[in-house]
Every structure is written in C-alpha cells, then in structure tokens.
C-alpha cells in the first residue's frame, strides 16, 4: 500500500512538471519546453502503469525504454535549439 502511494506521488509531481513545462512552451514557443513536457508526460505514464500490475518490477527492461526515448526527445530538442541558433 506505501508503495503505491509514493508511486503515486511521483506520477502526480511528474504530470506537475509536464504542466508547467506545458505553460513555459506556450508563452515562449521554445520547443525545448515542449520536450521536456513530453518527457515528463511519458515518464509519469509509464510510473502510473506499477499501479495497475500485480507485481511491479523495477528492472524490467520496457521501464528503461521508455525513459531512453524520453532521453532521446531532450536530446533531439537541444541539438535542434543549437543548430537553429547557429544559423
């Protein structure tokens, strides 16, 4: 039972960051703020999805994918942001 709780305390600060990060690319366009808020979307889904299995398992290995392409999309915006900065 705590441990879905705190699962559940880091899905909600998860979506919190998302929705902030959401305003920040509504106000300044900076898709930089958009990859974070997808990130951050992505990782609180995947944190949301321990409270529906039986037995959660921290080292599964669809856990680590779903954080390396949240990663991938940070990285993709900063590249873009510098590449479009040089130019």
């Known amino acids: 039972m705590l441990i879905g709780f705190f699962i559940g305390v880091i899905v909600v600060a998860s979506l919190a960051a998302a929705m902030f990060f959401l305003r920040f690319w ?23 999805r321990f409270l529906f299995e039986g037995k959660p398992n921290e080292g599964s290995p669809s856990i680590y994918l779903v954080r390396l392409v949240a990663f991938l999309i940070i990285l993709a915006a900063i590249l873009w942001k510098n590449r479009r900065g040089r130019q």
Not at 26 to 47: H, K, P, Q, V, W
Request: aromatic share 14%.
């Open 26 to 48: 509504r106000e300044s366009n900076d898709m930089l703020f958009l990859a974070f808020a997808i990130a951050f979307t992505m990782e609180g889904l995947n944190r949301a």
